[in-house]
C-alpha cells in the first residue's frame, strides 16, 4: 500500500494552527507618554528606547516598562526621527531634523557627542555597527556618514544620487551595511565606503530595511548568506539573498515578497532568533510573518493610526510597535504555543520524503528554480531522492554546470534537511542548544543575545577566546544571563511528551 501524504491548501489555514497562532502574542503594556507620533523604538537588553516628534526620546526598564529618573532625553530642537542602542546597550544614539546625531549614556542620560552632518540636512536614520565601533547617519539630502563611535570622528562619507536617505542595515558579521532611499534604491557599502552596489528595490520609495540575525546555509563554497527585508511606499515587503566576499564581490538577489498589507509599509524587523519578520503600515495592522514559510502567524490591529515603528528584544519574546496615534504598546509571544503552532504547521506542509515528483517541481518553482524543472523530471527526482542529492551529485549525475546554481540547490535541499530533522525529533528547535543540538537542560542567555546550554558556552567561552557561537563576533561581555522563561516552557514541553 502506498504511503499517505497529507496536504493542507497553500491559501488556507489549518483550524488547530489558527488557534494556537491566536493565542501565542498578546498586548501586555501600552506607553502614552509621547505629546506627537511615535518615530521609532529600540531594544537593548534591559531597556526600551522610543523618539519621537515631540523632540524628546523616551527609555523605560524591561522588568516593568516603568520610565527611567533620567527619562526624557531632551537636546534635540526639532523632530527625533530614529534611535537605536550599541550592541552592548550602554550607548543610546538618536538622529534628529536639526542635522545632528546625538550619543547618550544610557545609564544616566548624560550626552557623550553631539555630531553634527557635514551638509547640515535632517538626519533620518542612525545605526550601530555590530562591533560598536562604528555608526552610520543618513540624511536627507542623499549623504550617509560613517561615525568613529569611540572617538565620536568623521570617518568616511558618501552619498546616494537621488533621494533621501530614511533606511540603513548593517550586514550581522559587520563587513557591509545597507541603505534605502525615498527614490526606492537599496545601495550596499562596505567598511571603508565604497559602494558595492545599487539596484531599484521599490518603485515608490523604501520606508526601512533589516538583515536577519541568522545566516541561510552555506553553499559548497562555504560562502556566507544573509537574508535581508525591505518594505516601501508600494505596500509590499521584499526578501532579499545577500552575499558578500571580498574575493567573489557582492550578490544581492530578489527572494519573493510577503503580501498582507494593502497600504504603503512603513516598518520591518527580524526577531532576534530570525524565526519571525513583523511589519507595520499606513493601514494600522501589523503584520507577523514566519520566516521560514513566510506565512502570516498574525495581524495586530490594536494602533489607530498609521504603525510607523516596530521593534524585537535581542533576548526575550517581546514586540514594540510604534505609532502616530502617539503610543507604544508592547506585545509578548508565549514560547510554547508559538513552537507547538510551529510543529503543526510543519506536520501539516513538511513531509518531504513522502513528495512526489510533481511536488519537487512545484517546490523547485517556489525557489526560483524552475528551470531545473525538466533535469529533475527527467532523473525521476521525488522528495526521498531530493534529501539525499549532494554537490557530486548534482553535477555529475544532473549535470548542472553552474557552480551558483548547485549552491543555491543544495542551500534550499539543506533547509529541508533541517526542518526534516527537526521534525523527526520532536523537539522544537527554540529548546535546542546552538552548540550541542540537544535539548537545553539550564539555558541561559549570553551578551549576544542567543540561549545556550549553561555548561556548552561556558565551555565554549573558554576555549574560543569569548566569540559568538551565532555570528562569530566577540562577545560584549562574559555575563551569562538565566533563562528561566525558555526553562519553564522547556519543562512544561517535557512534562506533556515524556508520559
Known sequence: MGSICLRWPADLACPAVLLQIKNMVKLIHTLADHGDDVNCCAFS?????????????????????????HSPLKFHTYAVHCCCFSPSGHILASCSTDGTTVLWNTENGQMLAVMEQPSGSPVRVCQFSPDSRCLTSGAADGTVVLWNAQSYKLYRCGSVKDGSLVACAFSPNGSFFVTGSSCGDLTVWDDKMRCLHSEKAHDLGITCCDFSSQPVSDGEQGLQFFRLASCGQD??????????????????????????????????????????????????????????????????????????????????????????????????????TLCQARSTEDQLKQFTEDWSEEDVSTWLCAQDLKDLVGIFKMNNIDGKELLNLTKESLADDLKIESLGLRSKVLRKIEELRTKVKSLSSGIPDEFVCPITRELMKDPVIASDGYSYEKEAIENWISKKKRTSPMTNLVLPSAVLTPNRTLKMAINRWLETHQK
Open 235 to 336: 505596500c509590499q515587503v521584499k526578501i532579499w539573498i545577500v552575499s558578500f566576499t571580498h574575493i567573489l564581490g557582492f550578490e544581492l538577489k530578489y527572494k519573493s515578497t510577503l503580501s498582507g498589507h494593502c497600504a504603503p509599509v512603513l516598518a520591518c524587523a527580524f526577531s532576534h532568533d530570525g524565526q519571525m519578520l513583523v511589519s507595520g503600515s499606513v493601514d494600522k495592522s501589523v503584520i507577523v510573518y514566519d520566516t521560514n514559510t513566510e506565512n502570516i502567524l498574525h495581524t495586530l490591529t490594536q494602533h489607530t493610526r498609521y504603525v510607523t515603528t516596530c521593534a524585537f528584544a535581542p533576548n526575550t519574546l517581546l514586540l514594540a510597535t510604534g505609532s502616530m496615534d502617539k503610543t507604544v504598546n508592547i506585545w509578548q509571544f508565549d514560547l510554547e
Open 45 to 69: 537588553f534591559s531597556l526600551l528606547a522610543t523618539c519621537s516628534l515631540d523632540k524628546t526620546i523616551r527609555l523605560y526598564s524591561l522588568h516593568d516598562f516603568t520610565e527611567l529618573p
